[in-house]
């Protein structure tokens, strides 16, 4: 059997078997046997938690907590409204749209882990929402829709599928003539970077007319490791380019030292830094919250001017009319008609001609 075969059998997602891995607090414990929640991570990645320390970074995206019992600022049924569900589109399940040329397609609701601040948690953690996932829907949606270009295969987590799965529906989607590129949103590079096999490169990788692009999430330095580096070497070997699309985490990666860390780690290992999202509005993840200033703040801080322009990503929230940048303009001061006055991160200010249009 493959190795990442073997570690999605071995899955840890019994109270049992997270015990042999970690120091379980009576919190924690309380919490997976009180929420009808799915949680689990793959053994790979339940090894980096800290046995010790219930605060650990990456312990917290797997562990459920009683404070997800809490929703203040959550959406109920956040997913209708943010995927546009109850719009009078006509659009089967897999198909999730903000954008006029690019879609989402969901694929699968499996994960290689549940992370706690899931936004798609309705659909894919507390199973609150059930869709239906027909690929042959979708596909023939997508081929229907000319004014498609761009294309995220979705889930879930869609490199759990087979391989033989995986290429029908890279290949369908190349054979559809409006169809420009294909996005993969997975944590698998992270999570289960054992999946990036020799049969996968092959599915993903050659010269194509549409190319493939893979979007992962690593929210903290610690996820980063060997494995994950020759995971990602790998994938670029074989054509597909590597983002990381990070979720700002009150708690886990919302200090400059760990924010700058993390950023810079990932241009270590060939992931080039995309987005950090704000953490959405889902219900129950109230606790994983920063404000909303904090992503900024912390660009500004710890990146701007600290380290390369290659590891500075886009703060955005995702909402229902697509992603909004969430980026105030630290760095003009002050503007009359002769000139715009500039500051940078050190405190230095030089000026800039206002040129009039």
């Known amino acids: 059997m493959e190795e990442w075969k073997e570690q999605l059998n071995n899955y840890i997602d019994t109270l049992d078997k997270l015990k042999k891995v970690i120091n379980v607090t009576s919190k924690e414990e309380e919490a997976i046997r009180s929420l009808d929640t799915k949680w689990g991570t793959t053994p790979y990645f339940a090894s980096l938690m800290d046995a010790n320390d219930p605060n650990c970074p990456i312990r917290r995206q797997v562990v459920p907590s009683l404070k997800e019992k809490e929703n203040v600022y959550g959406i109920n049924d956040y997913l209708i409204w943010k995927e546009n569900r109850d719009n009078e589109e006509d659009r089967p399940d897999t198909i999730a749209r903000q954008y006029k040329d690019r879609v989402a397609f969901t694929v699968l609701d ?38 498609i270009r761009d294309v995220l295969v979705t889930g879930g987590d869609p490199l759990l599928l087979s391989d033989e799965k995986i290429e029908y529906i890279i290949s ?12 993969i949103g997975s944590r698998s590079p992270i999570v289960l970077p054992h999946r990036i096999t020799k049969g996968l490169k092959k599915v993903l990788g050659g010269y194509h007319r549409v190319p493939i692009w893979l979007n992962t999430q690593c929210n903290h330095p610690k996820e980063i490791t060997q ?16 983002g990381n699309q990070a979720v700002l985490l009150k708690g886990i990666n919302d200090d400059v030292e760990t924010f700058r860390r993390l950023h810079q780690k990932l241009l270590t290992i060939r992931i080039r830094p995309y987005y950090v999202f704000y953490c959405e509005p889902a219900p129950g993840i109230d606790h994983f919250r920063t404000s909303i200033e904090k992503g900024a703040e912390l660009i500004r801080d ?4 600290h380290t390369t322009g290659l590891a500075q990503p886009m703060y955005v929230i995702a ?24 500051r ?14």
Not at 302 to 305: C, I, N, S, T
Not at 344 to 357: A, D, K, M, Q, S
Request: glycine share 6%; charged share 30%.
């Open 172 to 183: 369908k989607l190349r054979e559809i003539p409006h169809i420009q590129m294909i996005r």
């Open 110 to 147: 499996q994960c290689g882990i549940y992370c706690r601040h899931c936004f798609r948690k309705e659909v894919v953690v507390d199973k609150s929402y059930d869709l239906r996932f027909d690929v042959e829907e979708g596909l023939k949606w997508i081929k229907e829709h000319k004014e």
């Open 227 to 242: 494995k994950t580096s020759k995971a990602v070497y790998e994938l670029m070997t074989c054509g597909v380019n590597v």
């Open 302 to 305: 710890a990146l701007r001017g």
């Open 319 to 342: 909402t229902n009319v697509g992603k909004i940048p969430l980026m105030p303009d630290y760095y003009i001061v002050d503007k009359n008609e002769k000139e715009y006055k500039l």
């Open 344 to 357: 940078n991160h050190r405190g230095e200010y030089t000026t800039l001609p206002n040129i009039p249009e």
